[in-house]
């Protein structure tokens, strides 16, 4: 089956670790997204990729680091310096320009800080 | 900057009623938008896409508006069922260099039987 797997589905960091999401797609997409979602907020944008090696600041990047070594791989590595990170974590893919394609979304990670 | 809103922020209908969800947004220039559906602690299922050159989509019970240049797209839900219960999101993709989603707050909708 083709589709994006978000692991873990939950995830538990101390205070001053740093922790890694994982998110991997076989849909052959070249886009690749990653989100927070907060209680009574909406959808935020972390980072983005639009082609290996390559990806872009989101909306509220300060905190987290990506990489995009693999098409089919984006991780998304939440420091220390996130002083915040209590959040549900979303992945999400789509073809890349040109053409509006449709994303699809991983069921995503719960992290929570202890 | 593009900016989505949804309104209402939460709906509750009786089952069996027809109801519209309503989103807008700032900037025009969009490639398209999608609506999803959210259940509680899940990822988005993707329900609906309109591309920016369409005016509209349909799927089953569903059918989704969009009004480019008013900023203006709506989701029909036709003969509601209490399964149809569930936080409902609109995301447009902008055009133009690296292709950002913006994502609405969405509407939670519950559904009573």
């Known amino acids: 089956d083709g589709g994006i797997t978000q692991s873990p589905k939950y995830l538990f960091r101390k205070e001053g670790q740093n922790v890694t999401l994982s998110c991997e797609q076989n849909?052959?997409?070249?886009?690749m997204y990653w989100y927070r979602q907060d209680p009574g907020q909406g959808l935020r944008l972390i980072y983005y990729?639009?082609?290996?090696?390559?990806?872009q600041k989101g909306d509220i990047a300060e905190g987290y680091s990506v990489s995009r070594e693999k098409k089919e791989s984006f991780p998304l590595t939440v420091t220390s310096a996130q002083k915040n990170p209590t959040a549900f974590y979303l992945c999400?893919?789509?073809?890349?320009?040109?053409?509006?394609?449709?994303?699809?979304f991983g069921q995503g990670t719960r992290l929570t800080v202890v | 900057k593009q900016e989505v809103t949804q309104i209402p922020a939460a709906l509750s209908v009786p089952e069996g009623e027809n109801l519209v969800l309503n989103c807008s947004f700032t900037?025009?220039?969009?490639?398209?938008l999608q609506w999803f559906r959210q259940d509680p602690g899940k990822g988005l299922t993707s329900l609906l896409l309109?591309?920016?050159?369409?005016r509209e989509q349909t799927s089953g019970r569903l059918n989704a508006s969009l009004d480019k240049s008013s900023g203006r797209s709506t989701l029909y839900i036709a003969a509601s069922q209490p399964g149809d219960s569930a936080t409902y999101l609109c995301?447009?993709?902008?055009?133009?260099?690296?292709?950002?989603?913006?994502f609405g707050t969405g509407t939670k909708l519950q559904v009573i039987p």
């Open positions: 990729s639009q082609i290996v090696n390559d990806f």
């Open positions: 995301a447009v993709k902008n055009s133009g260099g690296y292709q950002k989603v913006t």
């Open positions: 900037d025009s220039a969009i490639y398209n």
């Open positions: 849909l052959n997409h070249d886009a």
């Open positions: 999400a893919s789509s073809i890349s320009p040109p053409g509006g394609s449709e994303a699809f």
């Open positions: 309109i591309q920016s050159s369409q």
